[in-house]
């Protein structure tokens, strides 16, 4: 099993959407895909049509010591493809935590017992720096960040690196950045060929080569509780998320 955190400090540019589509594709080729929706926004629950019931398990409950990972999982309607959903109360579990001794490694102990039963984990972060990302990237095998194609995303980049080394050093040796996702791009727009200029430059090989481009129909997508390859396959948002997936298997394949 591979877990994958997927963050960014910044939000809105694409975590989720990059999360559930990088999954999708996965599942669409027989391999057993858990997402993680660890922010308590709970996009990524949203983007699924997953209902969020009364007295169901979710991350925080795993967060917290309430439930074990299994009992959290629910299917999607998706093969292959299963969701720990997430919950409001995500956003207490930092408080709670906080006390506990190895706190950084709850998440980690908890997912021992699903080794296992999936091929990939994908843990969709929430948009800041706190215990519940930190839980995500100590547990992470690697990480990968979206990036929107904006100056101050960019700006944002580098403190995050810094963040991700400092994990490296002080709880997970073995966590490396798998790549970084340009997202939001117009080829309309100087200011995206700037940014992707210029994170090529410093990143090299480390930036997918595919981009994935403003699009009315990704946008859409969650409201109708589907991935964009699900709800509209044809639109450009929905061919730049399956070359990235390409791409992110033929990555799979040289490590």
């Given amino acids: 099993m591979k877990i994958i955190s997927i963050a960014n400090r910044k939000g809105g540019v694409g975590k989720t959407t990059t999360t559930i589509n990088i999954a999708t594709a996965l599942s669409a080729i027989n391999k057993k895909v858990l997402v993680i929706d660890f922010d308590p926004q709970g996009n990524a629950t949203t983007s699924l049509g997953i209902e969020k ?5 979710s991350s925080y409950n795993i967060l917290t010591g309430s439930c074990k990972a299994a009992e959290a999982i629910v299917p999607t309607n998706l093969p292959h493809f299963d969701l720990i959903p997430s919950s409001p109360d995500l956003a207490a579990a930092e408080i ?13 102990k ?26 995500a990237l100590v547990s992470a095998n690697s ?11 960019l700006e ?3 403190d995050l690196i810094k963040n991700i080394n400092a994990i490296k050093r002080n709880f997970n040796p073995s966590l ?4 970084i996702i340009l997202t939001m791009f117009s080829r309309q727009n100087n200011l995206s060929k700037m940014i992707e200029a210029d994170v090529r ?8 080569q595919t981009v994935i481009p403003r699009c009315v129909r990704i946008a859409e997508a969650p409201s109708f509780g589907k991935p964009i390859l699900v709800y509209d396959f044809k639109s450009t948002g929905a061919q730049a998320y ?10 799979e394949k040289e490590v």
Wanted: glycine fraction near 4%.
């Fill in 53 to 57: 019931k009364k007295g169901q398990f």
């Fill in 96 to 108: 709670e935590l906080v006390d506990l001794p190895e706190r950084e490694f709850v998440l980690k």
């Fill in 242 to 251: 399956l070359q990235l997936a390409k791409e992110f298997l033929q990555r």
């Fill in 201 to 208: 430059k410093y990143f090299g090989d480390k930036v997918y």
């Fill in 156 to 158: 944002g980049l580098a």
């Fill in 110 to 135: 908890a997912l021992k017992d699903l080794l296992t039963e999936y091929d990939y984990v994908l843990i969709d972060c929430p948009p800041s720096l706190n215990l519940i990302t930190i839980n």
């Fill in 176 to 179: 490396a950045l798998q790549g």
């Fill in 143 to 153: 990480v990968i960040v979206p990036l929107q194609c904006e100056f101050l995303a």
